[in-house]
């Protein structure tokens, strides 16, 4: 039972266009979710985080959007770099579990 | 700051043998460790959760007695697999945690591959 998904396994961006990953969530109980990037061979780094009390958070290029009713959050990335091509995985976390649940991520390639 | 490491970095052994695989937090004291693994196009997948000094907590599903894990300080956590075979070839993952689990630092990893 996959409780966290990111449907798209890649996307393909150009450099300095934004970048829009997105995730889909099923348990209503999760109240905190991440994003992080992982280059092969690596152990994922945090980028971004967000509450659910809030609907949005922004730092520097990056920024998260969530949507609750929908379960649903998105992580843009404007504008996109070269650099940043890596696999994104968001995570989902509930307080009575003190867990990160994480998806199956989301392969970004932005080429010039 | 808050760097984790793993040791080794990849791992080949036969089967049967055990593996022991180290994760260290080198500049913050880690009330928790976390250990992780990924199947090529998977999600990481936590199997079990230890605070030092105590006995680690496992996923559903993880063995307990074939994935040993031991957190004998606030810096160092051990992931032993015993007795090995290959559907155990896998990339192991560490995290460690100076407190809350949202705050979560991830070692490079470890590709074991089991002969």
């Known amino acids: 039972d996959q409780q966290v998904k990111q449907n798209s396994p890649s996307l393909s961006v150009q450099e300095g266009r934004i970048s829009i990953l997105n995730c889909d969530y099923t348990?209503?109980?999760?109240?905190?979710f991440l994003w992080y990037k992982k280059y092969p061979a690596e152990g994922p780094t945090f980028l971004i985080s967000?509450?659910?009390?809030?609907d949005k958070n922004e730092d520097g290029r990056f920024t998260v959007f969530l949507n609750k009713s929908a379960k649903h959050l998105s992580l843009h990335i404007v504008p996109s770099q070269p650099g940043d091509s890596a696999v994104y995985f968001c995570?989902?976390?509930?307080?009575?579990?003190?867990?990160?649940?994480f998806g199956t991520g989301t392969r970004l390639q932005v080429f010039p | 700051g808050a760097v984790v490491s793993q040791h080794p970095s990849w791992v080949i052994c036969k089967s049967g043998t055990s593996v022991k695989i180290e994760c260290r937090s080198l500049?913050?004291?880690?009330?928790?460790m976390f250990w992780y693994r990924q199947f090529p196009k998977q999600s990481l997948m936590l199997m079990a959760t230890?605070?030092?000094?105590?006995?680690?907590?496992?996923e559903q599903g993880v063995e307990k007695d074939k994935f040993l894990i031991n957190h004998a300080s606030l810096t160092l956590s051990t992931l032993t697999v015993t007795s090995a075979h290959p559907e155990d070839s896998s990339f192991y993952i560490c995290?460690?945690?100076?407190?809350?689990?949202?705050?979560?630092?991830f070692g490079p990893g470890t590709r074991l591959t089991v002969t």
């Open positions: 348990n209503s109980m999760f109240d905190y």
């Open positions: 995570a989902a976390s509930a307080k009575v579990t003190d867990k990160l649940i």
């Open positions: 230890s605070n030092e000094g105590s006995k680690a907590t496992y």
């Open positions: 995290s460690a945690s100076p407190g809350s689990p949202y705050e979560q630092y």
């Open positions: 500049d913050f004291q880690a009330t928790t």
């Open positions: 967000i509450s659910s009390i809030k």
